[in-house]
């Protein structure tokens, strides 16, 4: 069994930043594909930014040049930098993580971004 845990989340003012950071712990050999995914309310479930265990990354458009993935594979942990906060970045953040194709998902942290 595989756990994320996700820390970092909290309440910042429009043009702040946050740094997000999920561990996972449990009996890894490897995992493919480490990202952060998003849900504000009323809203599904969306892709913010994924990382491959080579380092290849991908973004969602509405976060490129404000957010950045990176990822420590010897400690099997996935960072998200957000700056230039806007309030349209408010939700609830997931960890995920592809451990050959099955998915992982942690409890959640909150962002909260005011005017």
């Known amino acids: 069994q595989v756990q994320l845990v996700e820390s970092g989340g909290g309440l910042v003012q429009t043009g702040g930043s946050l740094r997000l950071s999920c561990a996972a712990s449990g009996t890894i050999r490897r995992i493919n594909v480490m990202g952060w995914y998003r849900q504000a309310p009323g809203k599904q479930r969306e892709l913010v930014a994924i990382?491959?265990?080579?380092?290849?990354?991908n973004y969602a458009d509405s976060v490129k040049g404000r957010f950045t993935i990176s990822r420590d594979n010897a400690k099997n942990t996935v960072h998200l930098q957000m700056n230039s906060l806007k309030s349209e970045d408010t939700a609830i953040y997931y960890c995920?993580?592809?451990?050959?194709?099955?998915?992982?998902w942690g409890q959640g942290t909150q962002v909260t971004v005011s005017s």
């Open positions: 995920n993580a592809n451990i050959f194709g099955d998915n992982y």
């Open positions: 990382i491959t265990s080579v380092g290849s990354t």
